[in-house]
Every structure is written in structure tokens, then in C-alpha cells.
């Protein structure tokens, strides 16, 4: 098998097309600094990306300030290629950074990390009984939707028997039409 070499020819620059929500208005993000769970026992050395998300803001042209943990200078990232949604007509962006983010701001509105509470459970011996009153189904909670799926299990039922049963006529039939 013979393998020839081509190389591609390009004629002009290539086309870009920005796609620009009619509505131009100023729409402010809702932003949220993310940081991901860490393992038990996991030191923060091995620490993954922290982000700062912006969702549901216009224009989309803007600079993301992102402050960071140790580091008296902040890092700024351009939005320019931020997602558009396409129903809302607003823009969705996530500044991914690896170091530990403080707080984050776009547009006037700024985010602060959340701290996090350290939750300590206490587990307490219990008996494998449950009380009477706490024995409750779903069916007494809620009965008119416990109904209201029987019926819908029911109808899909009929409708799946309704079916087979059309499927094999049209068979039959088209079996005597061409025998």
C-alpha cells in the first residue's frame, strides 16, 4: 500500500461567524466560585482546578477579575469566548485556574468563596425496630398521586398491548396481500 503526501492549500482567511443575540440590554451574572470535593485524607498539594462560573450575562465582551489565595496581583481573563444559551440569550463562562481562588468579579458583580463548616457526625446505638408512628408508605403521604401513577402505569399497559396487537395485524395482513 502506497501512502502519498498532500499538502492542503488554504485561499484566503477563513470565515468566522458570530452568532449575536438581537438583545443587547445589560443582563448581570450570577457568578459562583467552585471548588472540587477532596478525598479523605488528601493534602492540599494535590488540590484540583477552582473555578469561578459566570452564568446569564450580556455582552459578552468583558474581563473576568479573578482574585487569588497568595498572590497580591489578580488574574484576568477575557470572555470573549464565552457560550452563548441559546433560548435565554445570555452568555455562560467558566474561568478554570489552579490555584486557590478568594473571590471572583464581571460586570460590577463580585463573588466570594464560600467557607466551608467542618460537619462532625456522632453516630449513637440504635435498635433495629422502627416506631410505629414513624412507618409510614408512600401511598398514605401521598394517595391521589400513588392513584394517579397506577393509572398512568396502567394506560401505558393497554397501550403497549394495543400495540403488539396492530403490529401483527398489519403482518398478517401484508403476508396475505403478497401470498
Known amino acids: 500500500m502506497r501512502l502519498f503526501h498532500c499538502d492542503y492549500l488554504i485561499f484566503g482567511d477563513p470565515i468566522r461567524l458570530n452568532v449575536v443575540p438581537s438583545d443587547s440590554s445589560f443582563v448581570a451574572p450570577s457568578l459562583f466560585v467552585l471548588s472540587p470535593l477532596q478525598p479523605a485524607g488528601s493534602s492540599a498539594a494535590t488540590q484540583g482546578l477552582d473555578v469561578c462560573f459566570a452564568a446569564s450575562f450580556r455582552p459578552k465582551d468583558g474581563e473576568m477579575v479573578v482574585n487569588v489565595k497568595n498572590r497580591s496581583e489578580p488574574i484576568r481573563l477575557k ?27 464581571l460586570h460590577n458583580t463580585e463573588a466570594q468563596r464560600e467557607i466551608k463548616k467542618e460537619v462532625h457526625c456522632e453516630t449513637k446505638e440504635t435498635s433495629n425496630e422502627i416506631p410505629a408512628q414513624e412507618t409510614q408508605t408512600i401511598v398514605d403521604i401521598f394517595p391521589e398521586q400513588a392513584k394517579e401513577n397506577h393509572f398512568l402505569l396502567l394506560m401505558n399497559g393497554i397501550r403497549v398491548v394495543f400495540t403488539k396487537t396492530l403490529a401483527f395485524n398489519m403482518l398478517l395482513t401484508i403476508r396475505n396481500l403478497l401470498f
Not at 470572555?79 to 473571590?103: D, P, R
Request: a neutral charge; charged letters at 20%; proline letters at 0%.
Open 79 to 105: 470572555t470573549n469566548n464565552a457560550a452563548l444559551h441559546v433560548k435565554s440569550k445570555t452568555y455562560f463562562y467558566a474561568g478554570f485556574i489552579k490555584e486557590t481562588i478568594e473571590s471572583c468579579e
